[in-house]
């Protein structure tokens, strides 16, 4: 397997580190809207009212799924992260 080029990855690398606030911004408001679905589902689920699994399913998908996003995405940004470079990825 070729290795990528140098230049590619540092502009992959400026690019991933530019955009990450935005990124990470996106991506939590992706799952809080999970996470409030699951809150609300469970509300209704308690008050007796019987819902499909698919719905739970689906929250549970919009709650997980940006969050392994998050982390696949700074996974990234380390592994393309030049010699040269001291980064500190703070929340």
Known sequence: ???MPHALKIILFHLLYTFRGIIRFILKM???IGLMGL???GAISLSGERLPAILYWTAGF???APNLL???CDVILLKLKPDDIEL???Q
Request: hydrophobic share 80%; charged share 10%.
């Open 62 to 64: 919009w709650f997980v």
């Open 30 to 32: 992706l799952a809080g």
């Open 39 to 41: 809150i609300v589902l």
């Open 88 to 90: 500190f990825l703070a």
């Open 1 to 3: 397997m070729k290795r």
């Open 70 to 72: 998050l982390w696949t």
